[in-house]
Structure formats: C-alpha cells, structure tokens
C-alpha cells in the first residue's frame, strides 16, 4: 500500500490510499495520522506560529479519533495500554493496531513506546523517550512482535506479524494454483511498510514530538525487510542495519534444494551431516593458510578448490572415518559449485566450503521447508514434488521462479533515493552462512558499486559513502560458527548516521567460557583483515584492512546466468556487476596478474 500525498480540496480530501487500481478515501478523522506518517511534523522550533503538540496519555492513543487510529477506516481494531515492568523489561505503552484495506488483508503491528512525561516516564528526551523509532524484522516467513529489546533501550520499537500467524508461506499458492498476492504481499513489503509508518505516526502524537531519528535492525527475512525499505520507503529511515538479508529470495531459496537433488541424483539418499562436515573440515585444513594464518577459518572461500574426492575412502590421505563414496564426494563438490544450467553457466551460488551442516536442516532429512515450498511457488502448484526433479531439470524450475514470481520477491531495486535522502545502510554477512549464500550478498553489493561507479565500473570508495558491507569469515547465518563474531554493529550504524562517522573496521570476538579469546577486525567489502606480521593472532590490534577480495578469478567465475534465462540464457556480466572484458581478458590470459590486486580503477589497496 502506497501512502500518496495530494492537495486537498477539503479536509477530507487531504489524503488517499491507493492500491493497484483501487482508492480508499480518508476520513478527516484519519488525517492526523496519516499527515505524520507521509511527511515530517515540523519541528517546535521552526512552526513559530503554533504552540508545540502537547503529548496525550496512552490510553488516549486508542480511544480519541483525534490520534488518528479510532475510527481510522484502515485500522480494523487498536487497543493501547500501559504494560507493567517485567524483570529486565521496562513499563512502556504497548499499541496494538489491526490494520487491512480489505476483508482478506488483516496485519497485526505493535508499536512499543517508552512511556512518555504524561505517564511518568523519566530520563530521556521526553518522558523515558530517546527521540528514535528502531523498527524490528522477523525471520523466515514469520514476523515478530517482540518490541521489548529497543524499548528498553529507550527507542519506539515496533514489530508486526506479516499478516499471517507463524511461519508457513505455503498460502502464498492457492489450492487452484493461483498466487495468494495478498498473502505474498504483505508478507514481502505492505507489513514492514504500515509498521513504519505507522510507528513514526503513533510515537510523534504520543511525545508530542516527531523522532529525531528513525531505524531499522533486522537479520535473514528482516535484513531483507530492510533492504526492500531503502528500496521502497527510501525517505522514511535515516539508518538501515540489514544482516544476513535474504535478498533475491527467489533464486536463493531455490538454490537452497540444490544440495537434495545433487544427493538423490548421484548417491540415492541424503549424504550424512559427519561425512559432509568431515569434507568441510578437510577443506578447511587444506585452504586455512592461504591468508597467512592458520586459525580454522578460511578467509574466502572463493578462493579454495579443495575438491571432496580427496576424501574418497582409500585413497591417500583421506580421513580415517566419514571418508566419502566417489558418489557421495560428487554430491558434495555440486553442493559447493552450485546450480548450473546444461550450458555449464552458473545459474546460483553454492554453498562455500567450510560452511557446516548445523542448525537448520539444509541438505538433510526432511529438506529445508522453506526450499520445498519455494519450488511450490514456482510452479504455482502445492502438490508439485521436488523429488521428480533432476539436476538437468533444475534450471527449468529456477527459470520459472524467476519468470513466474520473482519480481515480487526479490528485492535487488537500486539503492538511489535512500542513497539522495542520505539514509545509511549497514550490513553484515558470514562468510560461511548455511542459509543465504553471501556470495549472493556480494553479487548486490558488486551491482550497486557499478551502478553508482563511473561508466559502469565497480566504485567501492564511492558506495561506501552510504552503504557498507562486512564479511565475516567463518561466521554462520546471524551468528555462529568458528568465526569472531561482530559486535556493536547497531551502535556503528547510530554513530555513523548521528556522527558522521563510518565505520571503518568492525570488531569481531570470540568467547570461550566467559572469556575473549580471539579477536579480529572486520573489513568494509571488498577488503579484509590482514595480519601485520607480528604479535598474537589473536589480537585485532596486530591485523589491519586491506587488499582487495575483487580478484578476477574470483569475480569473473561467480557471474551468472542472465536473470529470466536460467535455461540457455548468457552469462550476465552486468546483472553480476562484473567487467566483461576484464574476465574475457582474463580467460585468455588464464592467469592472474598485477592487475588482479587493483581494484576496477586500477586504484591500489
């Protein structure tokens, strides 16, 4: 839903909500709101005709259509009421808003506020207030209402549930096999939209203020939420964190069956998690040292050709227990390529190597849910089976993702007006993330370089002007793995945004018993932590960033197919944000060169 601005005629008249190719018309009784959420509440200190808003009670926010939710014709319910403090959670007003344009759109949003002066808040810049809204994202297919962590931080947090209870996309299809767009919707964008919205709107009546500041924090699902907002909100936040975002959700999620139907085709059944672990770990003992430093982590795994036949049973060297069939160690060297099409061109990204089979099923017995209803939104079609699905047959599924659903969920718009409105957005990847594919995150991040670059040329420097990505090596899906993991990546992005101040290294810890017993810096892609030669490496005061992960042969072999042609399309060196003649160059030459450590300027790091 698309909040449209116009002049108005009469009072009643001032705004409209327009839908597709229907209108709903405001009631004056609605306009209060819907005027916070569209555009910015002057500031006290510049309306010098009008005494500043006075702040109301929250029982008030529920009950009096002047606060713009009683009687709002797209709020089908609200009720507001002060919740008691609870151990470590603060007393704050607690607004539950039913909002739907329609009888089959019903999106549940909690807005969390600290009580305000009105109610006895005490300490912040009104009431228990800091001035900020921080909007939090869900995970999977599944919102989140949990708002306690920001208030208790001071912040408006707010949440909503995607208009659905739970975390099954399955009524994203019909039973008569036509999309559910309404479910698909305002699970992709018209929830996080109406929760921002919203939630700007509440807290500049409940404060009598408008937010200083207004956020995003979300990881998986949430970090793609946040994406799509920059995308589509682009004035609406001043700062983004989006970890872990699980853009191109319909290529990705695709991609996530890959592994099952390279197992069934080559071995007849899943390739148990102790051979496939054992196979990553032998990866990682082979490619551990290539950065200078023997840690358990590979730094880029881009870079590793540990092949899993390696691991054969008899053959030298292999381990002594969960060695591999040459059926079994095939599978597992698929699963790291990745989908090809018949032309052998990269159709997605694999899973890199190193990256354990822990925590979410991927690759095992069941499969991963959200792949197998991925594969039923494809073919818009609940009882289609993936298990009738060959590799050779893989490209022709993606294909129909992409042609069928894809714009609707994949969220890879450019970044320009949140980018002009001088938003800031934060993210950071694992480098072994089990679920999302960072290779996926770079291949965006690589795109948007060209795309704000000079003549399509990749311009890291002038995207990290507003936009940065951090890599963290050995790092699972939101946290986890043999990695340090990063730390304070909020507080960064608030100092960045109210400061100024980029963040040019991250710091990455890791805890055993209590203890911090390894850090390091995080790097702003494409560079990375390098040792100084000297001193624990342990320590991040003994590494610096540097580099340049940009590496022709890394670049030039993870292009991919074009988008839409996944069956016998071309290679698509501008939806991969790569240079063409630089990788045609490259073939030729089959080697690497000096150029190989510049960046696409030619710019030494």
Known sequence: MKLIYRRPATIADVLVFSQSAKTIRLSAGMVLLAVAAVAPAPSVATDRHRPPPTPVSCAELATDPANGLAGNSVVKSVNSQIIAPAGANLAYCQVNILFGTNPNQNINIRVGLPLNARDGGTGGVQGAWNGRTQGIGGGGCAGSLAVNAPVNAGYVGSGNDLGHVGGNCEPGVNANGTYNLQFINDFIRNGIKEQVLFSKAVAARYYGQKPAYNYWNGCSTGGRQGYLLAQELPRELDGILANAPAIYWTRFQTAQMWGQIAMKDLVGAVVSSAKIDQANASAVAACDA???????????????????????????????????????????????????????????????????????????????????????????????????????????????????????????????????????????????????????????????????????????????????????????????????QPQNLFGALVNWVENGVAPETILATKVTGGVVTRSRPLCPYPQTAIYNGSGSTDDATNFHCGGNLEKRRVVCADVLVKYKHEVDGRLDFEGSGVDRDACVRHHDHDRDDDDDDRDDHGHGR
């Open 290 to 484: 290539a950065d200078g430093v023997t840690d358990g982590v590979i730094d880029d795994p881009r870079t590793c050709k540990f092949s899993a036949t390696a691991n054969i049973c008899g053959v030298p060297g292999a381990p002594a227990t969960n060695c591999l069939t040459p059926q079994e160690a095939a599978a597992i060297d698929k699963i790291w390529d990745g989908p090809r099409n018949a032309d052998g061109n990269k159709i997605w990204f694999g899973l890199d190597r190193g990256t354990p089979q822990d925590g979410f099923g991927l690759n095992g017995t069941p499969p991963f849910a959200l792949g197998v209803t991925q594969f039923h939104w494809n073919e818009h079609d609940l009882l289609f089976d993936w298990r009738n699905v060959s590799a050779a047959g893989y490209a022709q599924v993606a294909q129909d993702g992409s042609r069928n659903i894809a714009d609707v969920t994949d969220t890879f718009r450019h970044l320009d007006s949140f980018k002009h409105n001088g938003g800031k957005l934060l993210t950071f990847v694992g480098g072994n993330d089990q679920l999302i594919y960072p290779r996926g995150v770079i291949n965006y991040y690589r795109v948007e370089a060209s795309h704000h670059g000079r003549h399509g040329k990749a311009d890291f420097d002038r995207l990290q002007d507003f936009y940065r990505l951090f890599r963290a090596p050995g790092v699972g899906h939101c946290g986890g793995g043999s990695g340090p």
